[in-house]
């Protein structure tokens, strides 16, 4: 799984121009919000957003904040869900959520101590992956990641009342296994 192909495939669900009054993210383009497209540089219309200047946000502010060549090194499948995550929900809270499910998944310390929760992918978070590859299945941990992206996005809907109408789009889209 390339960068190319995860960020083409995140291009593809989020698809063009939106401008929904009901979407917090408000106007995007590529589902890029104005806000993170005006922190990236961009100063155009929302509308007229290149695709290419999307794709190059999506890898600075997702694919390379969340260290995803070394996490795709040891899983692709990880990496992709992290990224994906990361791109709808913030890197940070990608970040805490792979943290948390290796945490919980480490055999009770047994294959790996803790890790600290604190949303930076980094050497530990990197380390522990690597000792949870070894001894157990990607899959499970993708299962976790998505159990907590699927918790989240009820929970905000739940908060929320807004939010509903695009929970179905989130679960079907975001949340695979």
């Given at each position: 799984?390339?960068k190319?192909?995860?960020?083409?495939?995140?291009?593809?669900?989020?698809?063009?121009y939106?401008?929904?009054?009901?979407?917090?993210?408000?106007?995007t383009?590529?589902?890029?919000?104005?806000?993170v497209?005006?922190?990236?540089?961009?100063?155009?219309d929302?509308?007229?957003?290149?695709?290419?200047?999307?794709?190059?946000?999506?890898?600075?502010?997702?694919?390379?904040?969340?260290?995803?060549?070394?996490?795709?090194?040891?899983?692709?499948?990880?990496?992709e869900?992290?990224?994906?995550?990361g791109?709808?929900?913030?890197?940070?809270?990608?970040?805490?959520?792979l943290?948390?499910?290796?945490?919980?998944?480490?055999?009770?310390?047994?294959?790996?101590?803790?890790?600290?929760?604190?949303?930076?992918?980094?050497?530990?978070?990197?380390?522990?992956?690597?000792?949870?590859?070894?001894?157990?299945?990607?899959?499970?941990?993708?299962?976790?990641?998505?159990?907590?992206?699927g918790?989240?996005?009820?929970?905000?809907?739940?908060?929320r009342?807004?939010?509903?109408?695009?929970?179905?789009?989130?679960?079907?889209?975001?949340?695979?296994?």
């Open positions: 799984m390339s190319q192909k995860v960020i083409d495939d995140i291009l593809a669900v989020e698809g063009g939106v401008n929904d009054p009901s979407d917090s993210g408000g106007e383009n590529f589902g890029v919000t104005v806000a497209a005006r922190a990236c540089g961009y100063l155009g929302m509308a007229d957003m290149p695709r290419e200047v999307a794709f190059g946000v999506y890898s600075a502010r997702y694919w390379d904040a969340v260290n995803a060549d070394q996490l795709a090194a040891l899983s692709a499948s990880v990496a869900e992290v990224v994906d995550t791109v709808n929900m913030g890197t940070g809270r990608a970040g805490r959520f943290q948390r499910g290796l945490n919980v998944l480490n055999g009770g310390g047994k294959l790996f101590a803790d890790i600290k929760v604190d949303g930076a992918i980094g050497l530990g978070t990197i380390t522990a992956l690597a000792a949870y590859l070894a001894a157990r299945d990607e899959k499970t941990l993708v299962k976790a990641l998505n159990c907590l992206q918790a989240f996005y009820i929970e905000l809907a739940e908060r009342e807004k939010d509903e109408r695009f929970v179905y789009g989130w679960l079907k889209n975001r949340v695979v296994v």
